[in-house]
């Protein structure tokens, strides 16, 4: 029960010492000469510095000469480089990475200029390309994902199962701080009582859920993973309280009538660059005059969203295949260009993402053996938390950014 249960497409043939040395030059790595196989995460010193241990230099350079970021993501499922000095457990192993990738995200942010050469090279044109999100492209990359099993996502999300970033302005507890995220979502959505409400890309229903016993909103979700559909509805069968709560396995494509409340929570990020425009389209014609959308949004600055786009690393591959990241100033340009809509408010989550990505991993690190026990194997294992620890760092040191939005129609068109 894995994504790829053979990991056939995993061989590849070691290099020697010599183009070992040539990549690890090219990559800007270096050794210490004392303790063969690590890798520095600074030069500021041997104590306190975050480190990687090369374990396999082989097979390490080789996937990185061939496949780049795939590459080095591929290693690490393979056990070719490893955090710390190599024998730590797997929580505190990643902890280390975490902690090297922060160090090293002027590396991260400058990689643009890798991409360059890559093409230069051929690289780029080799590497695999993702499924484009049609309907039928849609479906085939979320259920890469979310059609994991409701049980899996247990194992390491709060008791609702909201599988967003949570807000710990001021909660500390994983629970409160999913709820106080939702809450502001419904503020920034103005869901109220007797509003109707669309979520698009409901999850397993948390929001959906709230909207209906705690606003007392008509809440209509929508997905086009299976198994969160089949999850939702047997959820919502149970809803007691003032609002109502239905779901349906569509496409936002394919939506019709008039909301009050639109609410989009790291939706956004799966629908494509391609589609970016559509998409918006969809939900200013899906919008009431008077209403309101909240998107919560994992986003890239401006610059690096452009020179990511087009780019294949092992994220897409492993863990969100067909996924792109905006920018705000990208979402903006096109609400201008294609739309009557504007964002109208505009908060930053980051530091919590981070905080509930090191949740989220601390919790799956705590419990592999039922993650084994689920059927998965240990490179699936591996390539879970390195996802949640890549994640974590780039929220910590703002290389990736996240955003709560409220989206209205324009008041000069209004």
Same mark, same amino acid.
């Given at each position: ?45 041997r104590h306190g510095v975050p480190t990687l241990t090369v374990t396999n ?95 899996f996502f247990r194992l390491f999300l709060d008791e609702d199962l909201v ?22 979502? &419904?503020?920034? =959505?103005?869901? /109220?009582? !007797? #509003?109707?409400?669309?979520? *698009? ?6 929001? &959906?859920?709230? =909207?209906?016993? /705690?606003? !007392? #909103?008509?809440?209509?979700? *929508? ?168 994640f974590e760092a780039g929220f910590r040191v703002r290389y990736l950014d ?13």
């Open positions: 029960m894995t994504l790829h249960s053979d990991w056939g497409h995993l061989r590849i043939r070691p290099v020697g010492p010599l183009v070992q040395a040539l990549v690890f030059t090219a990559f800007g790595i270096t050794l210490d000469k004392s303790r063969q196989g690590l890798v520095r995460g600074s030069e500021r010193g230099p082989g097979d390490f350079a080789a996937r990185l000469l061939r496949d780049g970021n795939l590459g080095f993501g591929e290693a690490f499922i393979q056990q070719s480089w490893r955090g710390g000095d190599g024998t730590a457990s797997l929580q505190a192993e990643t902890d280390e990475i975490v902690d090297w990738l922060a160090v090293y995200a002027g590396k991260l942010a400058s990689r643009g200029r890798w991409n360059e050469v890559a093409s230069q090279l051929g690289w780029r044109w080799r590497m695999p390309r993702g499924v484009p999100n049609t309907r039928g492209g849609a479906r085939r990359n979320v259920a890469l994902h979310y059609d994991l099993p409701p049980d599988y967003s970033c949570a807000d710990f302005s001021r909660a500390t507890r994983l629970k409160e701080a999913q709820r106080d995220k939702m809450d502001a979502i &419904l503020d920034l =959505a103005e869901v /109220r009582e !007797g #509003a109707t409400l669309l979520d *698009i890309g409901c999850g397993w229903g948390g929001l &959906l859920v709230s =909207a209906a016993t /705690r606003r !007392g #909103a008509h809440a209509t979700g *929508i997905t086009v993973s299976q198994r969160q559909f089949d999850y939702c509805r047997a959820r919502i069968t149970d809803i007691a309280g003032p609002g109502t709560a239905t779901v349906d396995l569509a496409d936002y494509r394919d939506q019709s009538g008039v909301y009050h409340s639109i609410t989009s929570v790291e939706m956004i990020e799966a629908v494509g660059s391609a589609y970016w425009a559509s998409y918006l389209r969809e939900l200013e014609s899906l919008l009431a005059t008077d209403g309101a959308i909240a998107l919560q949004l994992i986003t890239f600055p401006d610059g690096r969203m452009e020179q990511q786009l087009g780019n294949y690393s092992w994220v897409d591959r492993y863990i969100f295949p067909g996924g792109e990241l905006p920018s705000i100033p990208a979402i903006e340009r096109i609400l201008k260009r294609d739309t009557g809509l504007e964002i109208t408010q505009l908060r930053r989550l980051s530091a919590s993402y981070a905080k509930t990505l090191r949740m989220w991993r601390h919790r799956f690190c705590a419990r592999l053996e039922e993650v084994r026990d689920q059927g998965f194997d240990d490179r699936f294992i591996r390539i879970w938390a390195l996802y949640l620890a890549y996240v955003w709560q939005c409220q989206i209205k129609r324009s008041a000069d068109l209004a």
